[in-house]
């Protein structure tokens, strides 16, 4: 009997860590895509983590409309040869690609861009 129990238990905790492999960052929906909510989230996190912090080229009280406007700029240019020229095109190379593309969408929405 409590070998069956041990048992059950042990299958009901595979299937528990199966699953939560799966789909662990919570975030990422199966196929690849990405929510706007899970979008907004993450940019915020990371504006907050890699530009807007005490050891991070932006200080927290810095971030207001006019410099999410000039990283916009910035972000919207990346690629481009013409640069919008403020020192937020240098601070948005800590950001890898997928990361860019996530505080954006967290600047046009945060501040109405």
Same mark, same amino acid.
């Given at each position: ?8 238990? /042990? /299958? ?5 860590? /199966? ?19 899970d ?12 530009? /807007? ?10 971030l ?48 109405k861009?």
């Amino acid at each position: 009997m409590r070998r069956n129990i041990a048992a059950w238990i /042990v /299958v009901g905790v595979a299937i528990v860590l /199966v699953q939560s492999s799966v789909f662990a960052s919570g975030s990422i929906r199966p196929g690849g895509t990405i929510s706007a909510r899970d979008a907004y989230t993450q940019g915020k996190a990371l504006t907050f983590q890699k530009l /807007v912090c005490a050891s991070c080229p932006i200080s927290s009280g810095e971030l207001n409309r006019d410099r999410a406007i000039s990283l916009k700029n910035s972000l919207e240019a990346r690629d481009e040869s013409d640069k919008p020229g403020t020192p937020d095109d240098e601070h948005i190379k800590v950001l890898d690609r997928d990361e860019q593309e996530m505080v954006h969408y967290y600047l046009l929405r945060r501040f109405k861009l």
